[in-house]
């Protein structure tokens, strides 16, 4: 990395670029500064969701806060979550939440929806599987024992346990309605009265040899869904509630008669789903009940006693069942595992469409930087862009949503291509990094459409592994609208490949490496095959040696300076088997990604690969290296940015009267080259320095012949 200085009379501006890591001696392994994560918390899948004003906060591992303002753009704004869990239950109020976890639980505040912060909780207490709230007080149930621990979370930083209540078998869910506690069982429904919420008093038992699975009040009725329809329980007295009848979808009579021409079989068939858990909001006179694959059915509940479906919606992307709904006028909020969160109209069932939907499980396996934007792919399908010219504050600038598998990815200046199973797609960031489908390239065959597994990009050429394994070879000059040159078979389930200069390294199954001559992009010719024992995950290279990551026996070096007969120079491994998933080599720094973090060697000896680095505490799918920055892809941690290795000199300025006084931080016994410029274009070297490791101050003679000088440092190869 480069520091760029540019001082005149009374003024200094320090500028950013690239400097050279060359080789290194270490003398011990460095920890890597880690200056952010983006989003900032643990994603995961959608299970839970509650509306209040503009803002949806979603129970997705941690917290995550969407604007909800506009219906047709869902934005997220904020999230909280754990380091190294994810919550087990999250209940949300207007103002705070409660997440509980395997040590307790914790309070967040949400005055600040854009900023959720915790504020307070317990680790005294754990096993918490469900949790709702009233007011001040919290309701935590502990499944296996079938009881309900009462706090008061008055003062957040020291909740006080106000007592326990006991359910009659285990616990599958409780809801605060009114000035009632409704608490579901296996076997029963029970009723406590609020009157004191901090000492609930027991109301009623309804034995139910039905499973119900969530209850919801209007008026005088409760409505409790199960696997087989809707019990409708009468509550005007409390003490004795009475069954009135069971709604069924599928029901000749006017109980389950549809408007719209809903099939009513459909939902029929996903009441009886016995391994289902349904869902039912009321709001005004409608409710909605989720379950099953037909999504959501809105029913009229005008007559309490006779409701009537009126029609339902299913978001044809989502791949299962809604888990949770959220309703706010004429618009539902539905959350769905894996594929997030959807929102649709439901004023016109029969007409209904989703409006907009966003993953919450960012679960981020692959990673690549073009100029300051780090693009981020996700495995459930999904491109985020994030903003890292501030590596301490990353910011989205954009998403863009998959509609087919994907598999990797490459990105080179406004450009990003996706892999998938339908080719692939280019996307164009130029836009403040918003990405926007800039065309599609597909190699179909009479028979498929081939599918592209893996691609790097080296100028205005792209190579990439298919599904027929063959490795092709793509004209980028428009990058929109990619055109093939050549195409030649790899060998058995060719996966992974890396370009190095004229080469092009596949790896395939079983071990083999199939070397490629690509110096002609239209005719690649194969200059080499070999297998090695175990599984290559990636390569990486630079000259005649090659670094091939294996999926459980570390790291080997190899040289293929003769005839491109690999001989075998080193093998690194540690203590327990070191599983890799990716590699990234920048000027003979190897970066490594392994389960329990980044590892960083040094190959400029590459009979004895050396490590110089590592960064732990998060799992690393892929890594890429950009001028600044590393930025890893961490599955749901998401993005995360470190510094550098080595880090880059420091070089800052001061102007007197006698000239422009430079002082520079760099690594003891690295060579420091500080070059000179008048206008950016032009630079001069001026001087090479050895680097102590502490303040090492200059003067430069010519500060006082100039009104105005570019400075910058960068670090030389040992």
Known sequence: MKYWTRSGWGWTLALLAWVVCGAMEAATVKQLAERSRWPGYRSGSAEKIQVFGSYAYVHAGGLQVFDVSDPNSLRPVGGFGLADSDFISLACVSNYAVGTHHEGFTVIDLSNPKQPRPMGGSTNYSGYTWCTLNGPYAY????????????????????????????????????????????LTDSALQIFDLATPGQPQWVSTLASTNKLTDVSVLGNYAYAPFYGGIQILDISNPVQPVPVTIWQPHSSSTNGV???????????????????????????????????????????????????????????????????????????????????????????????????????????????????YACLGHYTGGLTVVDISNPDQPVRTGFYRAKNTFWGMAASGNYVYLSNNQGLDVLDISDGGKPVLAGRYTNSTPWSIMSVMSIAVSDKLAFAVNSSDSLETLDLTDPSHPKRLGQLYAGLAAERLTVNGSYAYVSCAFGTVVVFDVSVP???????????????????????????????????????AEQFTPTHLSLYQESWPLVILDLALVDKTLYVCSWDGLRVLDTSNPAKLKLVGTASGFYAWAVAVGERNVCVSANENGLIVLDLYPEPPKLSVQVDASGYHLTLFAQAGRNVLIQRSTDLVHWDDWIVLEATGQAQTLTDPLGDNVTGQYYRASLLPN
């Open 258 to 372: 549809a408007k719209n021409s809903v099939k009513t079989s459909e939902v029929a068939r996903d009441c009886l789903n016995y391994s289902v858990n349904f869902q039912l909001v009321i709001e005004g006179n409608l409710g909605y009940l989720t379950g099953g694959p037909s999504g959501v059915s809105k029913i009229d509940l005008t007559d309490p006693v006779h409701p009537v479906l009126l029609g339902t919606y299913h978001n044809s992307v989502f791949n299962y069942y809604p888990f949770g709904v959220a309703v706010a006028g004429n618009y539902i909020f539905l959350v769905n595992g894996d594929d997030g969160v959807d929102v649709a109209d439901l004023s016109h069932p029969a007409e209904s469409k989703s409006l907009s939907t966003y993953p919450t499980k960012m679960d981020a396996r692959c990673v690549a930087i073009t100029g300051h």
């Open 522 to 560: 239209a005719h690649p010719k194969q200059v080499a095959r070999y297998t090695i024992d175990g599984s290559v995950s990636q390569t990486a290279g630079w000259g005649s040696y090659i670094f091939e990551g294996n999926l459980s026996a570390g790291i080997r070096s190899l040289d293929f």
């Open 140 to 183: 935590l149930v502990q499944t296996l024992k079938s009881q309900i621990s009462v706090f008061n979370l008055a003062n957040p930083a020291q909740p006080v346990a106000l007592g326990t209540l006991n359910a009659t078998s285990m616990i599958t869910a409780l809801k605060v309605q009114g000035d009632s506690l409704y608490v």
